[in-house]
Every structure is written in structure tokens, then in C-alpha cells.
């Protein structure tokens, strides 16, 4: 998707909302109309309230009139809340219940774009780049303990210590305070299957999280810089900005100076902007040093970070801070 499609589909969203804030609350009028009729004469006040005020404002010294109607108004308001209450609903059942509070879902505050309507610009970015994973997202639940079984004791606990951690770092995550994951072990071990249910367990908080093979988001960001069309997307910015990302198989993408340069600018701004990452990779400490050199190892391991090691050969098992080296 262009940033204009993605833009627009945003939009689009913010302004479904603000039509089913409407339709819901026509409909509770409805229903209360029905069940309590008396409300509907004290309804009636409130509407033509607000076309009297329309009407009233187009003419000359209109102060006095102004709040009489207000003052008629507000007391129509009370009658009408006490009356919900009496028989069992909340008070602003009939009110209009807008998602964002700050634009009444609008997508704009003060003339400048609203939170709301970026984050909503970025789940679309990170949706339509997911879309081209070749990962789907799995849960905690049918991640089975059980296919550790065979490890030695101490490192079957220490799955389960890996498990925990990150159901841990799921359940608490928030793009503000969440630090950066790295899983390190060798293929198969569950450090996939353990970073897409951390990824389904966020994306049902509504964060937006972008999941995928390093090598597939080289491979699109490679495209879009050397083989640019009309319909290219701009995939870095989704990349850079998005509540978390998680770069899967890290060190298996093409090793080119134009993957490296694009690797290290997105460890990079991530780490400086305080944004969490999960990274995996099937390269041990040493050999991400060999192939990255210093500037990548030494971001990765800057900042509250925890490093889960996966694995059954390389060492033990171990859950580390960011001093483990
Ligand atoms: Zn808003």
C-alpha cells in the first residue's frame, strides 16, 4: 500500500467510528422511546434546544433568550438522567460515546492530525505489511512444554523460565515502558512460535506490531528503494515507527552493505526512540559480532533488554540482562 492508501484507509476507519457512535446512540433513543415513553417528551426538548440556539444565534441582542434556553435545556438534561437511573441504566446511556475523546473521532485536534488517526495510520501500515509475512500469528497456549521433554532437567526449566518471561513480557507490554527482546538458539526450538503469540497478545491490546523475516523486509525495502514503481509501497517509516517489531531470523537475510545499512538504521532508531523490538536469530553472540561488527551488537545490547537463549548446544540456557555478553 502507498502512503496515500494507507492514509486514506485510516481515515476511513476514524470516520466509521464516529457513524457507529451515531447509529448506537439513535439506537438506544429508540429503545428507551420505547420502554420509557416519558423520556421521549423530554428528548424532544433537547433537540429542539439545539435548533433554537441555531435560530437565535443569527440574531442581534439574544443573551437573555440564550439562557433561558440553556437553563431549559440543562434542566430537560437532569429529568432525563434521573430518569435512566431510576429504571437501571447509567446516566449518559443516550449520550453520544465517541472512541476518542480528544476528536469526538474526527482524526483532528486543533487543525493537526489527532493521536488517534497516527496510531490507526500505523495498524494499517503494520496490517498490510503483515499481510505479505510468511509468518501467522500463534498463541501461548498451544506452545507445549512438552516438546522439551528430552532436554536435560536444567534446561527444560529453563524453557519454562523462557516461557514465562515471555508471557510476562506480553501480559505487561506497553510500547512506553516494554523493553527489547532477543532470542537466540537454534531452528525449531520455539523462538518463533514464543514472538508471534507475544505479537497476538499485543495486537488484542490494539497496539500495532509488525512481524516478519529479516530477509523478507530486506527483500521489500530493497524493492522499494532500486525497483520502484507506482503502486511501492514505503515500508521503513511502518518499520521505524510501529509499537513493536519483530525481526524474525535475523542474519539469515542477503548479506549486502544495502541490508546491514538497513538493519543498522532500524536497531538503531528503535533503540534511541525508547521503541521495543524482538529480535531472533539462529547466530550465536560472537558470530552477529563477526557478521555485523561491533555498531549492531553493541545497540542490540543497549538499553533494558532481556536475551533468551533457546537452545540445547550452543550454552546453557540462561535468561541474562543487557551486560550478558
Ligand atoms: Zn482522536
Not at 467510528?17 to 439513535?26: D, G, K, V
Request: with cysteine; charged share 25%; net charge negative.
Amino acid at each position: 500500500m502507498t502512503q496515500e492508501e494507507i492514509y486514506a484507509e485510516a481515515i476511513g476507519r476514524i470516520r466509521e467510528r464516529r457513524r457507529a457512535a451515531e447509529r448506537l446512540q439513535e439506537t438506544r433513543t429508540d429503545q428507551i422511546r420505547r420502554e420509557i415513553p416519558e423520556t421521549a417528551e423530554l428528548d424532544n426538548q433537547l433537540r429542539s434546544a439545539c435548533l433554537s440556539i441555531t435560530h437565535v444565534l443569527g440574531k442581534g441582542d439574544n443573551r437573555a433568550k440564550l439562557e433561558e434556553i440553556a437553563r431549559h435545556s440543562m434542566e430537560a438534561d437532569a429529568m432525563l438522567r434521573k430518569i435512566l437511573a431510576a429504571h437501571g441504566y447509567p446516566e449518559d446511556y443516550l449520550d453520544l460515546h465517541y472512541s476518542c475523546t480528544i476528536c469526538d473521532d474526527t482524526g483532528f485536534t486543533g487543525g493537526k492530525p489527532c493521536k488517534c488517526l497516527e496510531q490507526e495510520i500505523g495498524r494499517v501500515g503494520a496490517e498490510a505489511l503483515n499481510a505479505r509475512s510468511q509468518l501467522s500469528l500463534s498463541g501461548f497456549d498451544d506452545f507445549s512444554l512438552s516438546y522439551y521433554a528430552d532436554l536435560p532437567t536444567e534446561q527444560y526449566y529453563a524453557m519454562q523460565q523462557n516461557l514465562a518471561v515471555c508471557q510476562e513480557y506480553a501480559a505487561d507490554f506497553s510500547p512506553e515502558r516494554a523493553g527489547n527482546l532477543y532470542l537466540f538458539g537454534g531452528t525449531g526450538l520455539g523462538k518463533t512460535h514464543l514472538s508471534l503469540a507475544i505479537a497476538n497478545e499485543v495486537l488484542k491490546k490494539g497496539y500495532n506490531v509488525i512481524y516478519d523475516s529479516a530477509i523478507n523486509l530486506m527483500h521489500i525495502l530493497d524493492q522499494e528503494q532500486f525497483r520502484r514503481t507506482r503502486e511501492s509501497g514505503d515500508t521503513l517509516p511502518s518499520l521505524l515507527e510501529c509499537d513493536l517489531l519483530i525481526l524474525d531470523d535475523f542474519g539469515t537475510e542477503f548479506d549486502t552493505a544495502f541490508s546491514r545499512s538497513m538493519l543498522y538504521t532500524i536497531i538503531n532508531s528503535r533503540v534511541n526512540a525508547h521503541k521495543p523490538m524482538i529480535v531472533n536469530t539462529n547466530l550465536t553472540h560472537q558470530e552477529v559480532q563477526d557478521r555485523y561488527g561491533d555498531r549492531i551488537l553493541s545497540r542490540l545490547q543497549r538499553d533494558g533488554c532481556i536475551w533468551l537463549t533457546v537452545c540445547a548446544d550452543v550454552r546453557p540456557v540462561c535468561v541474562m540482562c543487557c551486560t550478558c555478553t
